[in-house]
């Protein structure tokens, strides 16, 4: 499993647009909108096929340099989470896409780039799970020490997971001075969230049962309540929620 992440202000992050291009499909041209991906001459667009160059409900990555409408595919079909992840993969690589194709067909860089890119995809779909292409970031943090309202020289009732909450929970008493709110000094123990790079857009979900508090503790409690819970285990530091889990199937 490759694990990269693109560089930092990577031009990945432009808004979007749609753009009309050409797609040859064998001696067709057939008019295709394909949305910018930040990577110029690069586009995200519908993978069509059939003898009516239907809409396949798979998706790839069109090669269509600046100054021309023709577009060539760079990846095969993919599944929407694969597409997606690829854009952020090829941007983590440093090629100059915008040029005319025939100066891309004849880069063995490009051609190395898209045959690591198929064997990319090829090792995320195991046999028992689909994985993205990449993590982009580990699994297991730390839970950060809640706070507490103190009462004299001990913890008072519950703990928060902010300062706010509790100073709220404490002004619901009569104005006392022997209240205090205070921070532990130690984790309560870990969290787990979903290390696929593309997961909550950009706001990764959390193992949580009802709330959006995640769930904390031991490891071997958290791995338990993640088994019930659907959540999938890819390696020791990288699991995958529901969602994404379901978004890799092919
Ligand atoms: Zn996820």
């Known amino acids: 499993m490759l694990c990269t992440?693109?560089?930092?202000?990577?031009?990945?992050?432009?808004?979007?647009?749609?753009?009309?291009?050409?797609?040859?499909?064998g001696t067709?041209?057939?008019?295709?909108?394909?949305?910018?991906?930040?990577?110029?001459?690069?586009?995200?667009?519908?993978?069509?096929g059939g003898s009516r160059n239907a809409f396949t409900r798979h998706w790839m990555l069109i090669h269509r340099p600046d100054g021309t409408r023709i577009g060539t595919r760079v990846t095969q079909d993919l599944p929407y989470a694969y597409a997606r992840e690829a854009v952020l993969w090829l941007a983590g690589r440093d090629?100059?896409?915008?040029?005319?194709?025939?100066?891309?067909?004849?880069?063995?860089?490009?051609?190395?780039?898209?045959?690591?890119?198929?064997?990319?995809?090829?090792?995320?779909?195991?046999?028992?799970?689909?994985?993205?292409?990449?993590?982009?970031?580990?699994?297991?943090?730390?839970?950060?020490?809640?706070?507490?309202?103190?009462?004299?020289?001990?913890?008072?009732?519950?703990?928060?997971?902010?300062?706010?909450?509790a100073a709220a929970e404490a002004d619901l008493h009569e104005p006392d001075p022997d209240l205090t709110v205070r921070r532990d000094d130690a984790s309560p123990g870990w969290t787990l969230r979903?290390?696929?790079?593309?997961?909550?857009?950009?706001s990764p979900a959390w193992l949580t049962v009802d709330d959006d508090t995640p769930l904390h503790g031991a490891r071997d409690a958290l791995t338990a309540d993640a088994c019930v819970l659907d959540w999938a285990r890819a390696s020791r530091q990288h699991w995958l929620c529901p969602d994404c889990v379901r978004d890799h199937q092919r």
Not at 40 to 45: R, V
Not at 147 to 163: L, N
Request: charge should be negative; glycine fraction near 8%; hydrophobic fraction near 40%.
């Open 5 to 25: 992440k693109p560089r930092d202000g990577n031009a990945a992050e432009e808004a979007p647009r749609l753009t009309l291009y050409y797609l040859a499909v």
């Open 28 to 48: 067709d041209l057939v008019p295709m909108h394909g949305e910018t991906t930040g990577i110029a001459g690069l586009l995200f667009g519908p993978a069509v």
């Open 95 to 165: 090629l100059d896409w915008n040029r005319p194709a025939e100066q891309v067909r004849r880069d063995p860089r490009a051609k190395d780039l898209q045959t690591e890119l198929h064997g990319a995809f090829m090792a995320a779909q195991g046999l028992t799970l689909a994985e993205p292409l990449f993590y982009a970031r580990t699994s297991w943090l730390p839970a950060p020490p809640p706070w507490r309202i103190w009462q004299s020289d001990r913890p008072a009732g519950d703990a928060f997971a902010t300062f706010e909450a």
């Open 194 to 202: 979903c290390a696929a790079p593309l997961c909550g857009d950009g």
